[in-house]
């Protein structure tokens, strides 16, 4: 309990010694928690791969077929958080629980997750353009996700997520599902897989126009060179045209990364996503849009993971991630 209470101490310490750069006049759509949620370790590796050789079970956010693959022991019920911090004052939280259980006698993974995107305070405009008070923008959701093994080269999962949004006066509500699979190779290390992302629909709406989902579709490879000091991940994503980001037409990205292995409880990364840098480069000029790169440290049972995103010249995004046993958390 002791433990665990330090390794907040020191997550809510990293929060203020790295700070965020503050941008002005950034907006979100609605429903883009979805797509922004993602894994500390995936961020730092480019954004949302389709496969991943060492996943955590935040992982199965992107492809929920990763859970079947997390190499530690469920039997902790492991524990997970992570806070993401967003140029003018966006903050993104999320807290996962993981199990194991038999279903219809094959064993399967299960994790359950919370998660709040807060847009912070806006202002509120009449139709002159005069601020006349301010309101503050949310996006709350719960997922459910299992997984299981169905051999030693295939995983598949799937998960279900609802979610509440709400924009000044007006709220609206969805159901997004997930599917993914993950095949592993029996003689080297190699992975490669596929996963779908967002299909669902609007329950409520914000007014009587249903707003679309982020829908994702990708596939992905992860691969650990017998001759080269670090794990290799590539994925290219399909990310339909949505009037928002990709007004014209749909686009693919390509998104990769490595992961240096420093030491048995240190690792480096470093990743680039090619959607970023088309999106936020903010100037005809070259900058740092799509870069990432983080830490990992591992603590005996518990972990910690630290990634920057840079989106240009409106500043860096800062993911915090910690994992642990449940039974640290809870007064025994």
Not at 115 to 128: F, P, Q, S
Not at 161 to 169: A, D, L, N, W, Y
Not at 310 to 324: D, Q
Request: net charge neutral; aromatic share 8%.
């Amino acid at each position: 309990m002791i433990r665990a209470v330090v390794m907040q101490m020191l997550i809510a310490g990293l929060v203020g010694l790295l700070g965020i750069k503050a941008a002005s006049g950034q907006s979100m759509s609605a429903y883009r928690s979805l797509e922004l949620r993602l894994d500390t370790r995936m961020q730092a590796l480019g954004g949302s791969h389709a496969v991943q050789l060492d996943p955590t079970i935040s992982s199965a956010w992107v492809n929920p077929a990763l859970l079947a693959a997390v190499e530690r022991s469920f039997e902790t019920l492991p524990f997970s958080s992570s806070i993401s911090l967003y140029p003018a004052a966006i903050r993104q939280f999320q807290s996962s629980i993981a199990g194991e259980s038999t279903l219809a006698g094959q064993a399967v993974r299960w994790s359950a997750t919370v998660g709040c995107l807060c847009y912070g305070e806006m202002d509120k405009r009449d139709a002159a353009g005069q601020t006349i008070g301010s309101f503050r923008n949310y996006d709350m959701d719960g997922s459910l996700t299992i997984a299981t093994r169905l051999s030693d080269q295939w995983r598949v999962g799937g998960s279900a997520t609802m979610m509440v949004s709400s924009i000044g006066t007006a709220t609206s509500s969805l159901v997004a599902f997930r599917a993914g699979v993950i095949w592993s190779s029996p003689t080297r290390p190699l992975q490669l897989g596929a996963t779908v992302r967002n299909v669902g629909v609007a329950v409520t709406t914000y007014d009587e126009q249903r707003e679309p989902l982020p829908f994702r579709a990708s596939v992905g490879a992860s691969y650990k060179p017998s001759d080269f000091p670090a794990r290799l991940t590539l994925t290219t994503e399909l990310q339909p045209r949505d009037g928002i980001v990709h007004d014209d037409a749909s686009v693919i990205t390509v998104l990769g990364g490595a992961e240096f292995l420093i030491s048995e409880r240190m690792t480096f990364r470093l990743g680039y996503n090619h959607g970023d840098q088309r999106s936020l480069q903010t100037a005809r000029r070259l900058d740092a849009s799509g870069l990432r790169f983080g830490l990992g440290f591992g603590f005996q049972d518990s972990e910690v993971d630290i990634t920057m995103a840079s989106w240009g010249r409106l500043g860096s995004v800062i993911h915090l991630h910690y994992a642990l046993p449940l039974k640290s958390l809870l007064p025994l």
